[in-house]
């Protein structure tokens, strides 16, 4: 069974930053594309941002460019998400994705990001 395990996560204020880390128990060369998405209350998950594992290749929300940097260490089978000029509205359980070509998607357990302003 494949599992994402998510830290980092915290309270921080406005302005600030974050690195949060999403750790796989398999190597995460097998998934298609990796990610990060965002839930806050009472609104839908939305998209943060994506990285295919072997490229490299990135994609961010409109949101997030120029502020939020998406990496991964295949050695550590870990993708990391750096998060800086942190808003408030950027407040939610941000959740790690990986997209397996053959065994589907695997989410994390989630990691609660807090902005106050």
Request: proline letters at 3%; one cysteine or more.
């Given at each position: 069974?494949?599992?994402?395990?998510?830290?980092?996560?915290?309270?921080?204020?406005?302005g600030?930053?974050?690195?949060?880390?999403?750790t796989?128990?398999?190597?995460?060369?097998?998934?298609?594309?990796?990610?990060w998405?965002?839930?806050?209350?009472?609104?839908?998950r939305?998209?943060?941002?994506t990285?295919?594992?072997?490229?490299?290749?990135?994609?961010?929300?409109?949101?997030?460019?120029?502020?939020?940097?998406?990496?991964?260490?295949?050695?550590?089978?870990?993708?990391?998400?750096q998060?800086?000029?942190?808003?408030?509205?950027?407040?939610?359980?941000?959740?790690?994705?990986?997209?397996?070509?053959?065994?589907?998607?695997?989410?994390?357990?989630?990691?609660?990001?807090?902005?106050s302003?």
């Amino acid at each position: 069974q494949v599992q994402l395990v998510e830290s980092g996560g915290d309270l921080v204020q406005a302005g600030g930053s974050l690195r949060l880390s999403c750790t796989s128990t398999l190597s995460i060369t097998s998934f298609k594309r990796m990610g990060w998405y965002r839930q806050a209350p009472g609104t839908q998950r939305e998209l943060v941002t994506t990285i295919t594992p072997i490229g490299g290749s990135t994609n961010y929300a409109d949101s997030v460019k120029g502020r939020f940097t998406l990496s991964r260490d295949n050695a550590k089978n870990t993708m990391y998400l750096q998060m800086d000029s942190l808003k408030p509205e950027d407040t939610a359980v941000y959740y790690c994705k990986a997209e397996h070509v053959i065994w589907g998607d695997y989410w994390g357990q989630g990691t609660q990001v807090t902005v106050s302003s």
